[in-house]
């Protein structure tokens, strides 16, 4: 289910008030932060009905692509370093 945030305040505020619960502005229309379709909330229930977007809070929002988990990468960058200390050791033994 997407989410709607008021865009006054910010917040998030459930699909179906007629105004903001936090700072009281008036919704007249949802609007689609990606493609400015506007219409009333309930076209908005499954997400924009022009291009789909589902409303994602902004710090999880990808644009669609999925990132390994930060421990891959943790991972990764060890085998570097170790690779690198082999390297160097190898240099200095020439």
Known sequence: MPSFYCENCG???????PSCPYCGKRFFSVK?????YSGPASEFIEGCPSCGYLGLPKETDTGGK??????VY??????MLAALGILVRIYLNL
């Open 74 to 79: 943790q991972i990764l960058l060890v085998f």
């Open 66 to 71: 999925k990132h390994p988990p930060r421990w």
């Open 32 to 36: 689609c932060p990606v493609c400015s």
């Open 11 to 17: 917040k998030e505020v459930p699909a179906e008030v």
